[in-house]
């Protein structure tokens, strides 16, 4: 994700200093400067943006040995793009304040092929006067660009994002197999399902891997896995019952454990087809 998007940055005429922990993935991107630390890229920038998996790679990268926070200038803006607790995000906010420093959380939607061209939705947690600044950057990135409140806010509305995309996964998966299993082709039930009430972008986006069970990675299980648990934690956190939510999770989880969590989410449709003894279209 992080590298398209930094292609798409440097098209629209910004210099970037980069570091990745494998130095020949930065070294790839033509025109921009290689840094040797997280702390080098924020001595030499002004916005400072991460992309990276999970919460404790964000806290080593900002808060660790060499990180960000000790290279960071006053004034400066981190933009923090990851899917991240949004607990960890409001605890690194108050570590980047204390340095003079602001932060924004802007988890991103719309995988790959977003990231790719550009059109990646954008969800922003943080100031209103950070989000201005940082705006100009946003809108080369995404298409799609909301200020939704305060820090951390951001990761809640992608924790909720994560969710309706895997519940809408699994209950289109359920309906293909009940569907094909009582006769109808699975691509009729696609069509019919589309032109009412219960359309939605899945069927669209996931349609030919889901009929043609090719299942090459857009958003890997393995991710979306790691998505929902962090919806869990923060629904423990803020005192909010997510039940399905959980049992989703769990079918992520047993798709890890059978050696597939490298596969595309809409893989989830083969647990619903073993379950049921029915390939769909078979």
């Known amino acids: 994700m992080g590298k398209p998007m930094a292609e798409n940055l440097i098209e629209a005429g910004y210099d970037l200093v980069v570091y990745n922990r494998t130095r020949e993935k930065a070294e790839d991107l033509d025109d921009a400067t290689v840094a040797e630390s997280p702390k080098e890229v924020a001595e030499q920038s002004d916005v400072i943006i991460t992309m990276l998996p999970d919460s404790p790679q964000v806290e080593e990268v900002l808060a660790g040995e060499d990180g960000v926070l000790e290279g960071v200038s006053e004034g400066a803006l981190i933009v923090d793009m990851s899917t991240i607790s949004p607990v960890v995000t409001e605890e690194l906010s108050e570590k980047v304040s204390e340095q003079g420093a602001s932060m924004l959380d802007a988890p991103v939607s719309g995988g790959d092929v977003g990231a790719i061209e550009g059109t990646l939705a954008i969800m922003v947690g943080g100031s209103e006067e950070d989000f201005e600044r940082a705006l100009p950057l946003f809108e080369v990135m995404g298409g799609a660009v909301t200020h939704v409140g305060p820090s951390g806010a951001g990761q809640v509305v992608k924790a909720a994002n994560q969710i309706v995309v895997a519940l809408t996964i699994e209950a289109v998966s ?109």
């Open 174 to 282: 359920e309906a293909l197999v009940l569907g094909s299993k009582g006769g109808v082709a699975p691509e009729k039930i696609l069509d019919v399902l589309g032109g009412g009430l219960a359309g939605n972008k899945v069927m669209e986006v996931k349609r030919e891997k889901l009929l043609e069970h090719s299942f090459d990675p857009g958003f890997r299980i393995e991710l979306h896995h790691k998505d929902l648990g962090i919806a869990l934690a923060a629904g423990r956190e803020y005192g909010a019952t997510l039940p399905v939510t959980a049992v989703v999770d769990q079918m992520l989880q047993e798709l890890e454990v059978r050696g597939k969590g490298d596969l595309d989410h809409s893989a989830i449709l083969t647990l619903i087809e073993e379950s049921s003894a029915h390939e769909i279209g078979s």
